[in-house]
């Protein structure tokens, strides 16, 4: 039984890769989505092992990696560990925009889950309801549109509204969603008022089309020039994407009385290692993808 919770932001800081393990379409190597939405996600496993994996470069003692994720397989002391990762969710995804360089974009759907979650860890938000239609959009900063009241995004045109209510979920979601530094003062801002929210399909459009795809070559060790076929796409989340996931904790289970920890000292070594760190999750790691900044909220 899990005890405490928490809800784990990940902000994007270079292209990630969670990889999806098969390939229907065109791209090789595909970035994990959710079924029903289409939406880039991460799998909790993933996150777990990524967290496993980097918990004393971040700051974490060795000591605990075994009661807090439990033992390696095979090991001949087995038992659970008292720290579950969920999946992350997209919360917003950044997107090119005709004027301020990009913007956050979200839509009503995204939100609605990220507030759901946070809701059932006891985090209140207050959080207005939001509609949007298809082909319109709604938005803070007045300085992105042209023409009167559109939107360019990519090549596409948005008929936006200025909402006032917008105001209060950039500000609350920047604030939860950044670190408290100087180094992310500029991206809290912007956050702050370039968040733009979309209709649920609209953005579902861009979720599915706007990732970024690289092109990578196979070389031939003895000739040093590309092997014939070696050409093959990876899929990427763009940096500047955030999301969303639960953290869960119980006591520790190691089965020895004189080596528990509560759930309450679990989620506070949790959340003492990965709050405000640079974590990297994914593939691709010696190329300098999967940087993703933790930010720990808890009720």
Same mark, same amino acid.
């Given at each position: 039984m899990f005890e405490k919770h928490a809800a784990l932001?990940?902000? #994007? &800081? =270079?292209?990630?890769?969670?990889?999806?393990?098969?390939?229907?379409?065109?791209?090789?190597?595909p970035i994990q989505r959710e079924r029903?939405?289409?939406?880039?996600c991460f799998a909790g496993s993933g996150i777990k092992g990524a967290v496993r994996h980097g918990f004393t470069a971040i700051g974490g003692n060795?000591?605990?990696?075994?009661?807090?994720?439990?033992p390696d397989a095979g090991d001949k002391d087995l038992y659970a560990? #008292? &720290? =579950?990762?969920g999946d992350a969710q997209l919360v917003s995804l950044p997107i090119r925009s005709l004027k301020g360089g990009y913007i956050y974009?979200?839509?009503?759907?995204?939100?609605s889950r990220a507030q759901r979650l946070m809701g059932l860890i006891g985090i209140a938000t207050n959080w207005p309801t939001l509609d949007v239609a298809e082909g319109h959009c709604l938005l803070i900063n007045e300085k992105l549109l042209s023409r009167g009241n559109v939107l360019h995004l990519e090549a596409f045109e948005y008929t936006a509204k200025v909402s006032q209510e917008l105001q209060m979920i950039s500000s609350d979601l920047a604030t939860r969603t950044m670190p408290d530094n100087?180094?992310?003062?500029?991206?809290h801002d912007k956050l702050k008022k370039d968040l733009v929210v979309l209709s649920d399909t609209d953005f579902a459009y861009f979720a599915q089309n706007a990732m970024l795809v690289e092109p990578h070559v196979r070389i031939d060790p003895e000739t040093g020039t590309a092997k014939d076929g070696g050409l093959f796409y990876t899929e990427?989340?763009?940096p500047e994407s955030v999301l969303i996931a639960p953290i869960l904790a119980s006591q520790t289970r190691t089965g020895k009385k004189d080596d528990q920890?509560?759930?309450?000292?679990?989620?506070?070594?949790?959340?003492?290692?990965?709050?405000?760190?640079?974590?990297?999750?994914?593939?691709?790691?010696?190329?300098?993808r999967g940087l993703v900044m933790a930010k720990v909220m808890e009720d």
């Open positions: 932001f990940l902000y #994007a &800081v =270079s292209p990630v890769h969670m990889g999806a393990g098969q390939a229907v379409g065109v791209i090789d190597n029903h939405t289409g939406h880039p060795k000591e605990f990696i075994d009661r807090l994720f439990g560990g #008292a &720290v =579950s990762f974009a979200t839509c009503p759907q995204a939100l100087e180094a992310y003062a500029f991206f990427n989340l763009p920890l509560p759930a309450e000292a679990v989620m506070s070594q949790i959340r003492t290692v990965l709050d405000g760190k640079l974590l990297q999750i994914g593939g691709n790691a010696t190329t300098g």
